[in-house]
């Protein structure tokens, strides 16, 4: 059956290192996995599944995913993806480490799959070859969180770096969810970020989701732009997995037919709950809403 939408992504083995957790806690995580886990916490009244590959070692966690009900397809790995994320006292800096790699995803794989959305979370560069993504645009709209592309890999330390397919990857792209630094490197140093969103537009893009940690985040939507703010949660626990959060609740609005400001709202109020505690969204959608409501009525 066709899905409204589809998420293919890596689950990865996360190592989270905090000032309040200084040895670590190894829990699952990536964009497959907190997409998945925060769309089953919102109404099951959008037809949703996951494609992943992933190792022996987090089988279990596909496991849970499935007996939770959620649709979803392991494609196998001889290994997992394998973070390690450490955090300061300030939640939007990280350091990062990779620790191993899964195989990527490819066409023959990807043949079945059928979707109105197909949201790709790309983790690291080769996740997702170009032909992947205009295969996958040929069938439905196409989300991508770059943060992937731009990761280059070596001897286990994160660099930052440009896409060198950015041009031929973007001109198939409806939906691209960035951040600050992200959105930095694929405009080469652009400051002005209205500017840097339109630039991003120009190459093809419908839909720019630029998040801005605790500052909020900004959209461009058809040329038109949209402040969201960040709304203040009442703790600050962990970070990990709010951009996949953001990303869950606008592809769930817009596909309920809300404007990009709706949506972008809705996306928000689940990231301040996501932020209070280590692990996926777990809230639902009323205490998301009444977040909003006492915000902007």
């Not at 070692?57 to 973070?83: K, M, N």
């Not at 801005?212 to 939507?221: F, K, R």
Request: proline fraction near 4%; hydrophobic fraction near 35%; charged fraction near 20%.
């Amino acid at each position: 059956m066709k899905k409204d939408i589809l998420c293919i992504g890596h689950i990865t083995h996360d190592r989270i290192i905090t000032p309040q957790q200084p040895d670590g806690i190894d829990c699952a995580g990536g964009t497959a996995y907190y997409v998945a886990w925060a769309m089953n916490h919102l109404p099951h009244d959008v037809n949703f599944g996951v494609i992943t590959a992933v190792g022996p070692d987090l089988q279990h966690e596909t496991e849970r995913l499935r007996q939770a009900g959620i649709d979803i397809v392991d494609l196998g790995s001889p290994s997992s993806v394998f973070f390690e994320n450490k955090y300061g006292q300030n939640m939007n800096n990280r350091q990062q480490r990779v620790l191993s790699k899964a195989t990527p995803f490819t066409i023959s794989q990807l043949a079945d799959a059928e979707a109105e959305v197909f949201h790709l979370g790309t983790l690291l560069d080769d996740d997702f070859s170009p032909e992947v993504v205009e295969f996958l645009a040929s069938k439905g709209r196409v989300c991508i969180d770059v943060q992937g592309y731009l990761r280059q890999v070596r001897q286990q330390q994160v660099y930052a770096v440009d896409w060198p397919d950015k041009l031929r990857v973007l001109r198939h792209t409806d939906i691209l969810k960035v951040n600050e630094h992200e959105i930095d490197v694929l405009t080469d140093g652009e400051k002005d970020l209205h500017r840097a969103a339109r630039l991003i537009s120009s190459w093809g893009v419908r839909e720019v989701l630029i998040t801005l940690g605790s500052y909020g985040s900004i959209i461009c939507c058809d040329g038109q732009f949209y402040d969201i703010p960040g709304y203040p949660p009442a703790r600050v626990v962990d970070a990990t997995g709010c951009g996949d959060t953001y990303a869950a609740g606008y592809l769930y609005a817009r596909s309920h037919g809300a404007s990009c400001q709706e949506a972008g709202r809705l996306a928000a109020a689940m990231c301040t709950l996501k932020l209070q505690h280590t692990g996926p969204f777990d809230a639902n959608i009323n205490e998301a809403q009444k977040i909003i409501w006492t915000h902007h009525s």
